[in-house]
């Protein structure tokens, strides 16, 4: 067994009844250890290289449950400061947890159980103490579904700015707002109906509004949860343009399913299967040469 | 935008963000313990409510009684008329005063007791009905004459007061119902053992009365059973079979769809409309036009019908539309009738739902009062109804009558009615919530 | 016990008829083992003439009853000496009551004289003869009705759908009854309140500021203006209703949103249920409560503090009927909050919000018109809630905001005027109809706007 706060550079051995800490973990018996045998039957996994230079995240062992269901097992990956990862893998992989996971959106969610490390910026985000208010201000996140407040346009964007206090007077908190309008693309669009209500945007146009209502916080990190999954390929692509241009300020983490979209934008891509982390590894070397059997079979659409 | 622009920007926020956290962990505290404090005064008062009730309303389901010791008259032996002693037993000691029988008996127990004002002071201790007490006791243990039985009879309620500590004793005296001789002579009674707090019996067996201690609320329950059951026999088929009619028969083309509307909102809104409302209503339609009787539990359980009509007809529809479509079209799809799908499959599958909604909508209707004061239900009957149109009264109302009695020895009884009331609406309750589960764990 | 003997024999006639007609069917065929040959199921052809020997007699028997009294109490009155036909309305009254309670041997109120013994002996024979030509009527339907049904049955006659055609028809009339009360009421409320608009202006109703019904009992002051102004209940309504609500709407809506964020599972599971034991208790007993508990405490409270407080005070009523509409606020709010979809709040918290920012920053707003229109419906219940008011609120229709003063309503103004016996044509009796009438409206106005909202809110999210 590995100690847990000393990470092989290899990566960890998953086995069936579970690595890691024995006395953080309850759960010894797994439904899934018969798929985790297949999973790990390769050797150990993750393949690739989980390490980056200039590491801001870093998740070590990170095991989430919800209730009896182990749904990220030991996961180990860091994430440097400016760089688009892509989080890849079949549906119910764990993808989503592992991002709620990093800015502790599982706290609200009854009978949910994060163990393990995950530091920001050399911080451990799970210390006792530490405000989650504090990490989500510097961790944004973008749902699958846009999900604009009922309020204005320009309400949606000031909202994070307000509750944080981040605008001394009406002029600044202006200026926050087209600005971030701006980054987000959108400032053209909406400039005349900043008072109507954000919900009456299109489709692409409310999850830019999103994305703008992201950054009006200043954050350091978003996370995107599968965010063109809902929207027509044009709408998508747009998203795609702005996630290229945000990628030079912020380190953005996306889950998608969609293995073109993870070509596109991203620099790295790690493969999830049932709640492990697979393979890691940059962009043009995990679609042209996969380590991994499981990866291999997914990319190639054997597994969907 | 540079990178270091970025950087710095990203600092500034981090601070302001760190700023503004003390004063806004503090709101989060003051709002969340706003809500506990909302949430345990709802609690709290729920608490009080039923301790209060059953502090001031458990004593009411004893009574005083004084133990007298009452000889069987001769008299009764040499009844002129039945010399064989055929007649029944209440016929022979008719002859004989069972008052009387009481004061010789008080006399045997305070000998000292002879001036005649004293004496009535000694007999206003029992209830006026001690006599009809003995009586009773007398003719069923068979009296013999010349035996000499020991009889419990009620005390008076002010004696029952007394001794269940609902009166202080120590107020002057012409401020309080009894004496300090008639408190004496209990405190002499109770040292002899004679005196002894036995289950009221009279609050379950008598109707309405001037006197406390023979107050019992017989009468309103009957009244509230034939009023329930007037309601039951017409709101419950009247109910589902509104219901089945909206959901399953109702034409839902382009011209009827404002209608069906239209019968929406006037039932949600029948559902919302003041009892009071619906008193009035019995009132003009019942008594006044149809000249049906008044204070008749008939005209209130039509009232009543009318007041659950509603609840009965938004519970049975949610329960008809809760039924999977599938069985609808496997039905149909085998040449039912919608007639024989509504009455063969549907109906059964909905039939907790409804149930369930029935019994809440009848649980409504046996709490329900104003209505009833408007149709000549508050009347004082002593008289225990024996039909539907037998004058009567209900138990709300009974409730309400008690309550608004001068006399201090009815609160406890009002109490005790309120919690027989309460009693009976968790058993409904309860059987609501069988059937709910059991319905849930069948799907 | 004569109706249970018809209603009996109306239930064998009909049994027979459903055993004739199926027979008669299955005969038609030549035998049960030819049956597919008949249109419907053989029972159908029973239940067809077993309808039509029972429905018909079963329509007269109901109106029959609904329209005897009456007929007959008019019979006697045309039958009465011209002395005793020309007196007063109430006066008559009284006389037909004395002539009934003769008849049926119960006490009466007068000597009795030789006109009240020969009325009341013509209404027994009336009651008698009444009941005697209902009988052969009934029986008479019955038989015409099942033999003319027996005559149509034929083989290929549809008797499956002429049965659920009439059953169709029984369940349309049912569902026609929740529209026909909402008439009835309307009917008997606007009607009794406009014959005392003929009594009393309209305007000095509306408007005027002094309510004392108990000067139009003499008789020489009955429509008497002045007295029945109805906005001191008005004003005392809104007082009670306004204190409910400040207790109902911030508890009510605290706890939905405790419960619905803050609380774990389990005490959800358990304080929800605890709290709509709240809304099922009856009103009456929230009204003991208010009077016997909540008025004292009130007063001893406001006496300890140097107020003078009204043993009947609008305080302690509205403070009980506040704790009484607390469970119908919170199960409301709860609704709306819930149908807030989870998203808002996610996006909210992922922001950074703090929880309670989420809440009244987003998930609030969003909820408001679900949450507007709880409160509407819970106020319409406020205004009308009778019991408690009764109980707990004083009789004077004093004209103040004061909550320590004693202040009275429209519903116990109803209950006053309208508890005892009524003359119907007393000022004072209309007055609680021309009451009824405004509640009617305002609360009726309430809840279509308040339902609105819900509804309108509820269909923006799904």
Known sequence: MNDPNVIEPGGVEASADGPGDPGRRSDTVSPRSAVAEQITEFGRIPVGNVRCEDPFIIAENVNAYYGDIHAIRNVTLEIAKSEVIALIGPSGCGKTTFIRCLNRMNDSVEHARVTGRITLDGQDIYERGLDPVVLRARIGMVFQKPNPFPKSVYDNVAYGPRIHGLAADRAELDDIVHGSLERAGLLKEVKDRLDEPGTELSGGQQQRLCIARTIAVNPEVILMDEPCSALDPIATARIEDLIDELAEDYAIVIVTHSMQQAARVSRRVAYFHLGMLVEVDETDRIFTNPQHKLTEDYITGRIG | ?443 | MQDTTLLLSLTVLALAGFYAGRGRALALVGGPARGRRLHSLPGYYGMFLAMWCLLPPLTLLLAWSLFEGRVITLMLIEGLPDAQRSMSAGELNLLVNNIQNLAVGDAVSVEIDAVLREASSRYRLLQAESRRLLTVLCLGLATLGAVSAWRRIRPEFRARNRVESTVEFFLLLASSIAVLTTIGIVMSVLFEALRFFQQVSIVDFLFGLNWSPQTAIREDQVGSSGSFGIVPLLTGTLLITVIAMLVAVPVGLMSAIYLAEYSSQKVRAAAKPMLEILAGIPTVVYGFFAALTVAPWVRDAGEAIGLDVASESALAAGLVMGIMIIPLVSSLSDDAIKAVPGDMREGALALGATRSEAMTGVILPAALPGIVGGTLLALSRAIGETMIVVMAAGLAANLTANPFEAVTTVTVQIVTLLVGDQEFDSAKTLAAFALGLVLFVVTMTLNVVGLNFVRRYREQYE
Not at chain 2, 21 to 48: K, P, Q, S, V
Not at chain 2, 74 to 102: F, R, Y
Not at chain 2, 262 to 282: D, K, R, T, Y
């Open chain 2, 1 to 443: 935008m540079s990178s270091v622009d970025r950087q710095q920007r990203s600092r500034t926020a981090r601070r302001r963000v760190r700023a503004s956290l003390a004063r806004r962990r503090r709101r989060e505290r003051l709002f969340r313990a706003a809500g506990l404090l909302a949430t345990a005064a709802g609690l709290a008062f729920l608490g009080m409510f039923f301790a209060s009730l059953i502090a001031k309303g458990a004593s009411a389901f004893v009574q005083t009684h004084v133990l007298l010791d009452v000889e069987t008259p001769v008299a009764a032996l040499i009844d002129p008329v039945d010399p064989v002693g055929q007649a029944d037993p209440i016929d022979l000691i008719d002859p004989v005063d069972p008052d009387a029988l009481v004061n010789d008996s008080l006399r045997e127990l305070f000998p000292l007791v002879t001036s005649r004002n004293d004496r009535r002071q000694l007999a206003r201790l029992l209830s006026i009905d001690a006599g009809e007490s003995v009586r009773r006791a007398l003719v069923a243990a068979g009296a013999e004459a010349g035996t000499r039985l020991s009889i419990w009879v009620p005390a008076a309620a002010t004696v029952d007061m007394l001794s269940k500590g609902q009166l202080d004793p120590d107020v002057e005296e012409r401020l309080r119902p009894l004496s300090d001789v008639q408190i004496a002579w209990v405190a002499q009674l109770k040292g002899e053992g004679r005196l002894k707090k036995r289950f009221n019996s009279a609050l379950f067996t008598n109707g309405d009365s001037r006197e406390p201690e023979l107050a019992g609320i017989r009468g309103a329950l009957m009244g509230s059973f034939y009023m329930l059951l007037v309601t039951m026999a017409l709101a419950f088929p009247i109910g589902v079979a509104a219901a089945v009619y909206l959901e399953e028969f109702a034409p839902r083309n382009r011209w009827s769809a404002p209608f069906g509307r239209l019968i929406e909102v006037n039932i949600n809104n029948l559902a919302a409309v003041p009892s009071i409302v619906f008193g009035l209503l019995g009132l003009a339609v019942f008594i006044d036009w149809l000249a049906l009787p008044r204070s008749a539990p008939l005209v209130g359980g039509l009232v009543l019908s009318l007041l659950t009509l509603p609840v009965i007809i938004i519970a049975s529809r949610a329960a008809i539309q809760s039924v999977s479509p599938s069985i609808r079209e496997a039905a149909l799809a085998l040449g039912a009738s919608r007639m024989q799908m509504v009455f063969h499959h549907i109906l059964p599958q909905a039939l907790p739902g409804v149930l369930t909604g029935t019994i809440i909508g009848m649980s409504r209707a046996l709490g329900e009062t104003a209505p009833l004061l408007m149709i000549g239900m508050v009347a004082f009957i002593v008289d225990i109804p024996g039909g539907f149109t037998d004058p009567a009264t209900a138990l709300p109302v009974q409730i309400y009558l008690w309550a608004d009695t001068p006399e201090p020895a009815f609160a406890e009884r009002t109490s005790a009615a309120i919690l027989v009331l309460l009693g009976f609406l968790l058993v409904m309750n309860l059987a609501a919530v069988v059937i709910r589960q059991r319905m849930e764990n069948k799907v």
